[in-house]
Nanobody
Framework: QVQLVESGGGLVQAGGSLRLSCAVS????????MGWFRQAPGKERESVGR????????YYADSVKGRFTISRDNAKNTVYLQMNSLKPEDTAVYYC????????????WGQGTQVTVSS
């Protein structure tokens, strides 16, 4: 089992920044990659990006590339999503997820944290 708890969401003006945290506990040694996802009202959940648990290789969706940065601190078992130059269209519930297999759907999900960007 892996437990994930997101924090750091809130209300921010367009152009501002927020940093989300995802505290990871449980079978952390089995994690292959961590992902960040978001779901806006009335829309499907979409991938924001991901980072490998070993090596810190990252991938970002085109919509956030250059504005968002994913990092992790294995000593603290925490993954971060630094969001800069936020836009109203970034408004969504943001989730972190853990993948223990390296393929297919992610295995564990956090409860999500709301990010609202005002124009």
């Amino acid at each position: 089992q892996v437990q994930l708890v997101e924090s750091g969401g809130g209300l921010v003006q367009a152009g501002g920044s927020l940093r989300l945290s995802c505290a990871v506990s449980g079978r952390t040694a089995s994690i292959i990659r961590m992902g960040w996802f978001r779901q806006a009202p009335g829309k499907e959940r979409e991938s924001v990006g991901r980072v490998t648990w070993i090596g810190s290789s990252t991938y970002y969706a085109d919509s956030v590339k250059g504005r968002f940065t994913i990092s992790r601190d294995n000593a603290k078992n925490t993954v971060y999503l630094q969001m800069n130059s936020l836009k109203p269209e970034d408004t969504a519930v943001y989730y972190c997820a853990a993948d223990l297999r390296g393929f297919g759907p992610y295995d564990y999900w956090g409860q999500g944290t709301q990010v609202t960007v005002s124009s």
